[in-house]
Structure formats: structure tokens, C-alpha cells
């Protein structure tokens, strides 16, 4: 969506706000042992607490409320009876949705004491999503935005799992455009004030390529190398790019 009203500000804001207390609370609850079941019910409790739904249930049906992937799970984890373990990397993605507004956004938690690759997955994910966020001017092109992450990613010497990108987003889960984590030739769409959408960088320490579980949601790395995910919602604005998502 682009932003039509001051009401469109104040209630991406909001819902922002919401996700974001989400997060925080999933992170400081998180430890060896917990199951990542009891650790979607941190997130369930945090949204209800403030009137919010989460838009991947209410929308696909996802079987929970967060997605919470481990280690050499991508994205679209099944929340359920896997065990947290020292050393693990856990992506905690939330969608939710408020008055008919949606913001999303992710980290990857470090589980006890990771391993040094895994730690360093973490820190490029966030990393290449803030290269990502310098290029989200008006003016420029989506793909800039993918360039700038896929040079860091590269940098780090990590790389992009390209089959999976950010997006529009605002009124629904995903709108246009396609955000992806590398430069497209066709994500020439041009970035104008006030676009609302994410960044989300998905990382990979092997090769990139992923495949689908049997239970059709959960997003594997192939080689089962170590991933990373860090995402935001924004705006883009002539006066530098406005997270909705963080403090």
C-alpha cells in the first residue's frame, strides 16, 4: 500500500508497535528446553493482549501464530514439539493484523552459545538489511534494494536464498511489489513516498537453495546449512526510510 492519510501513519504504527512487543517478548522468553509450541504461545498471548490476529493463520490457514524456523529451516516453521538447544538459530517471524492494517517483521534469536558461523549468519542478516534499508529512497528501483543486500550477504561470504523475498504490505500479507534479496532485472518497479513494505533478508551459510517439507510450509535449506532471517516494515520517505517494526 502507499500511505493515503494521517489515520494510514498512526495505524501502521500501531499494529507496528504490536509485532514489535511480539518479538521482544519471544526473545526474552526464549531458552534450552522450551519447545518452540510454548514459544508461538508467547507470541499468541502478546497479540491477543493488544487486540491484534495473526494475518498467516486468518489468511492461509498456517498452522499457528508465528513462524519459527531452526537452524536449517529458512522460514514458515510449524510451530510444535522441537526442543530449543544450546547453540541453536531460531527466526521468529510475525504477521499481524489490527483495524485492517498488517506490519511483519522477524529476527534470529541465538539460542545459549551459538557457534561462530551461526553467529555471524545472524549479524550479516541484519547487517545486509540495513544496506538494504539505505537504498529504499524514492527515486530509486526495487532491485537497488536487492543489490545492496546481496553485496553484503556476499561480503560476509554467506548467500541468499533467492526463491524468497520481501514484499508489499500494509492492508494485506503480501502486495506488490516483490522485494527480492538480490538484483532482479525485473523488480524495476520505482520506490515513491510513503510505498509501505519489507526488507528481509534470508540467508544461507551453504549454497542458497531450498526445498518444501512434507508438511508444505516449512522452508529448508537443501544442503541443511545454517539460515538467518531478519526483516522489517517501512516506509519509504523522502526524509530516510521510516521503521514501523522497530523501537
Known amino acids: ?25 519471544m526473545s526474552k522468553a526464549a531458552r534450552p528446553g522450551m519447545t518452540t509450541a510454548e514459544l508461538d504461545a508467547v507470541c499468541a498471548a502478546t497479540l491477543d493482549a493488544h487486540g491484534a490476529e495473526a494475518s498467516p493463520a ?30 541453536d538459530l531460531v527466526k521468529c517471524d510475525v504477521t499481524a493484523e489490527k483495524d485492517g492494517y498488517v506490519a511483519d517483521a522477524a529476527v534470529t534469536l541465538r539460542i545459549g552459545r551459538v557457534g561462530r558461523q551461526a553467529d555471524a549468519l545472524a549479524r550479516c542478516a541484519e547487517s545486509a538489511f540495513r544496506q538494504g534499508l539505505a537504498a529504499a529512497r524514492p527515486g530509486n528501483r526495487v532491485q537497488d534494494i536487492g543489490r545492496a543486500v546481496e553485496d553484503e550477504v556476499r561480503r560476509w561470504g554467506f548467500s541468499v536464498v533467492r526463491e524468497l523475498c520481501g514484499h508489499g504490505v500494509g492492508r494485506s500479507i503480501h502486495e506488490e511489489p516483490c522485494v527480492p534479496n538480490f538484483c532482479s532485472p525485473r523488480a524495476r518497479e520505482t520506490l515513491t513516498e510513503g510505498l ?46 521510516l521503521l514501523l517494526t522497530a523501537a
Open 58 to 87: 486468518k489468511v492461509y490457514a498456517f498452522p499457528g501464530t508465528a513462524c519459527i524456523s531452526v537452524n536449517e529451516e529458512a522460514v514458515h516453521g510449524i510451530p510444535g514439539e522441537r526442543r530449543l538447544a544450546d547453540g
Open 196 to 241: 509501505v513494505l519489507t526488507i528481509e533478508p534470508i540467508i544461507a551459510a551453504g549454497s542458497g537453495k531450498v526445498r518444501v517439507r512434507p508438511d508444505k510450509w516449512t522452508v529448508v535449506t537443501r544442503d541443511r546449512s545454517l539460515s538467518a532471517h531478519y526483516e522489517h516494515t517501512l516506509v519509504v520517505s523522502a526524509k530516510g526510510p
Open 1 to 25: 500500500m502507499t500511505l493515503q492519510s494521517h489515520e494510514d501513519l498512526e495505524k501502521l504504527r500501531a499494529i507496528g508497535a504490536i509485532v514489535r512487543l511480539s518479538l521482544e517478548a
